[in-house]
């Protein structure tokens, strides 16, 4: 069985409200890629929304799903976080975050009433989004002797192999990514060029 390497997450930044019982929870759902994302965004919120009492958030990074966290931001300990986490793994996504901030209303919501609460504006953000499938794509430089710029381009040509950061010389490098599960057929017909050298830089 072959792995996947597709994922699906939000396009682009989108907004959800619910009101319950005077409280008003106002969410936005982001698309990241790594966990150095997610501190600007959150600080970002904290000043457009200074009034409200709690900016509370959770999110999903990587294809597999391995990297999380949920943030209750003083609401009792389960009732905020993880139920804006379950809305994000209702949904299948990743690579997202997503902040729920709270102005109160002045009236208790009680524990049940405030997992409804960040749940439902969860869905709210999630549900205003465009839903996207992207691919793991993995990224690498190569350099190759001038001489062989024809048979590498004809082969990134031919795999739709993306590039950047491109330099040509006596010796050319070039900054290429594609999918994971392209990887091996790829990197086997680069290989073979002579003179031709790769470099893994990350997956993403």
């Known amino acids: 069985m072959i792995e996947s390497d597709s994922y699906i997450t939000v396009k682009s930044y989108s907004q959800g409200i619910y009101k319950e019982k005077g409280s008003r929870f106002i969410s936005s759902a982001y698309p990241i890629s790594d966990q150095e994302n997610i501190k600007p ?21 990587g294809q597999k799903k391995v990297i999380w966290r949920v943030n209750d931001d003083g609401e009792p300990s389960g009732t905020a976080g993880r139920p804006i986490l379950g809305q994000i793994n209702s949904f299948g996504l990743t690579n997202v975050l997503i902040v729920v901030s709270r102005y109160f209303g002045g009236t208790l919501l009680g524990v049940s009433g405030l997992i409804n609460a960040y749940r ?59 999918r994971v599960s392209f990887k091996e057929k790829v990197l086997t017909r680069l290989s073979r060029i002579e003179g031709l050298k790769y470099s893994f830089i990350k997956t993403l």
């Open 120 to 178: 439902s504006a969860a869905a709210s953000a999630i549900n205003n989004a465009e839903i996207i499938e992207c691919t793991v794509q993995e990224f690498y430089e190569i350099s190759y002797p001038y001489t062989s710029m024809n048979d590498v381009m004809k082969i990134l040509k031919e795999e739709n192999v993306d590039q950047s950061d491109q330099s040509f010389d006596l010796e050319c490098n070039i900054r290429i990514n594609f």
């Open 41 to 61: 965004i959150i600080d970002k919120l904290r000043k457009e929304h200074h009034e409200a009492r709690h900016h509370c958030y959770a999110y999903m990074i």
